[in-house]
């Protein structure tokens, strides 16, 4: 079984550029959640998504946003990049559909603005 | 929302010994305490969890405690190895439902020294 994966695995953008950062969960599973994870910090929570709905959003501005596809797959878009969302962006997957599951994470996609 | 705390940001400890990692949260209602090792440059790796109908879950040299009355949550690791070097971070979630983004602690960059 393939684990969660995520693409690119590094990206380099310039100030005010939009990225698109990409992941597919874990087969079965059918939430994909967004961190961001700032050098030297822990994940922060940015998004999650059941089932192709919003479920949940963290304090991130509206530059960010995602969305959930029919096969579960999920895409993170950031508008307008700022300096400051240079970080690794991390997808989760859980949830199968019997229940709540453990969450796995990719590899990341490693995020950097000049 | 939830606050999770982790003490201490790092831990030095010779091979073979001890290590406990704490952490603390404000939401009563968060259900899932999970850990995870995050090795440099790698995804973090879900190690052991526990939910909070139970006080206590051992996994080899690895064992995670629950208060909830206290509403805090440590991780322990006997006979330390030089490999269990690493950043763990502690998690908290209200899991059950649909939902269920984690909220992490700032991590603890542990140290063992052969």
């Known amino acids: 079984d393939a684990g969660v994966t995520q693409s690119p695995t590094h990206l380099i953008k310039t100030r005010g550029q939009h990225v698109t950062l990409r992941c597919s969960p874990i087969?079965?599973?059918?939430?994909v959640s967004w961190y961001q994870q700032v050098l030297g910090q822990g994940p922060q929570f940015i998004f999650q998504?059941?089932?192709?709905?919003?479920?949940g959003r963290g304090n991130f501005p509206d530059r960010f946003s995602a969305r959930q596809f029919p096969n579960y797959s999920s895409e993170l878009n950031v508008n307008a990049l700022l300096l400051g969302d240079s970080a690794l962006y991390l997808c989760?997957?859980?949830?199968?559909?019997?229940?709540?599951?453990?969450?796995?994470f990719g590899q990341g996609t490693r995020l950097t603005v000049v | 929302g939830e606050n999770v705390e982790q003490h201490p940001s790092t831990l030095s400890v010779q091979e073979g010994d001890s290590a406990v990692i704490k952490c603390t949260y404000s939401?009563?209602?968060?259900?899932?305490f999970p850990w995870y090792k995050q090795e440099l440059g790698k995804r973090p790796q879900l190690i052991i969890d526990?939910?909070?109908?139970?006080g206590e879950k051992k996994d080899q040299r690895i064992a995670v405690t629950l208060n909830k009355t206290a509403k805090h949550f440590s991780l322990h690791i006997t006979e330390t190895q030089p490999e269990d070097s690493a950043v763990y971070f502690c998690?908290?979630?209200?899991?059950?439902?649909?939902?269920?983004?984690?909220?992490f602690g700032k991590g603890t960059k542990l140290s063992v020294k052969p």
């Open positions: 989760a997957s859980s949830w199968k559909g019997g229940g709540p599951t453990e969450a796995f």
């Open positions: 087969s079965g599973h059918k939430s």
């Open positions: 998504y059941y089932e192709k709905e919003e479920r």
């Open positions: 939401d009563s209602a968060s259900n899932y």
């Open positions: 526990i939910r909070s109908n139970v």
């Open positions: 998690a908290a979630s209200i899991s059950g439902g649909s939902q269920g983004n984690l909220i």
